[in-house]
């Protein structure tokens, strides 16, 4: 096993996290809650975690499938216990055992939940909360290959976290294996957009809106409503939901087949 490239691409996987992390930031900073200190430490946590293990590991090596299974069994323990920290640390979900459950149903797309009163929680951990679904949905770790040197990882680690959004087939997929994941992200997150827009349009708040359109197109569950879709009353919503339900649980390699036009 190559210990070091498997810390390197753990290294990319928590500087991401870091990343991902400033969104609910500036959540945060424009509803001026109180859940900014917890979130800001969290990402400077994993971005502190992260960068000596990117910066001082070597790149350079075709990882095999047994440390691609290990980097995708180590590689959601670890986001989860980094994105557990801003519920522990400003104490909406004291437990860290409830926030490492919360945030692994999240990245797992399972959607079950702890809370109870899930709308007291405040805007920028709620939009964290949500944003595990985003990235989960795609698969966090093949984000995190759109960020690794070409041939460094192959198709392995795609293979190996199997995340619902997407199949892959039999065919060669290694020589364009980033160009393939910007392809698939660029599809997933314009699916996204497009769900948000409509659900923005038909009277939803935008935040609100982007949260259920995380969701959604995941196959997922989480929402900022105790009632969920219920809450609205809203028959729209719902058929808007339903559509963008059906079209995340297609294999997003016949999206990618089509776009290209790859028919055979």
């Not at 992260?50 to 499938?65: I, N, Q, V």
């Not at 047994?66 to 323990?77: C, K, M, N, S, T």
């Not at 009353?233 to 079209?247: C, R």
Request: proline share 4%; with cysteine; net charge negative.
């Amino acid at each position: 096993m190559h210990f070091r490239s498997i810390a390197y691409v753990v290294g990319t996987l928590l500087l991401v996290t870091s990343i991902a992390l400033l969104f609910p930031i500036i959540t945060s900073l424009i509803y001026q809650e109180n859940d900014f200190s917890a979130l800001l430490i969290s990402a400077v946590a994993a971005f502190g975690m992260g960068l000596p293990l990117w910066w001082f590991s070597p790149r350079d090596y075709e990882l095999s499938f047994r440390d691609a299974v290990l980097i995708a069994v180590f590689g959601w323990v670890i986001i989860s216990v980094v994105s557990a920290l801003p519920f522990v640390i400003h104490g909406s979900i004291p437990s860290f055992t409830d926030a490492f459950f919360e945030m692994m149903s999240g990245y797992t797309t399972t959607g079950a939940t702890i809370l109870t009163d899930i709308e007291s929680l405040p805007h920028g951990l709620l939009f964290w909360r949500s944003e595990t679904h985003l990235l989960g949905g795609m698969g966090f770790l093949t984000l995190t290959l759109i960020f690794l040197p070409h041939g460094m990882a192959g198709v392995r680690i795609f293979r190996a976290e199997s995340s619902p959004g997407q199949v892959i087939t039999k065919e060669k997929f290694l020589p364009r294996n980033r160009d393939a994941m910007i392809w698939l992200w660029s599809i997933y997150l314009g699916l996204n957009m497009l769900q948000t827009l409509m659900l923005w349009g038909g009277g939803m708040s935008l935040f609100d809106s982007l949260c259920h359109a995380f969701g959604t197109v995941a196959t997922a569950g989480f929402s900022p409503r105790n009632g969920s879709l219920g809450y609205y009353g809203n028959a729209y919503f719902d058929w808007v939901v339903t559509i963008f339900m059906f079209l995340g649980g297609m294999a997003f390699m016949l999206f990618y087949h089509m776009l290209k036009g790859e028919w055979d």
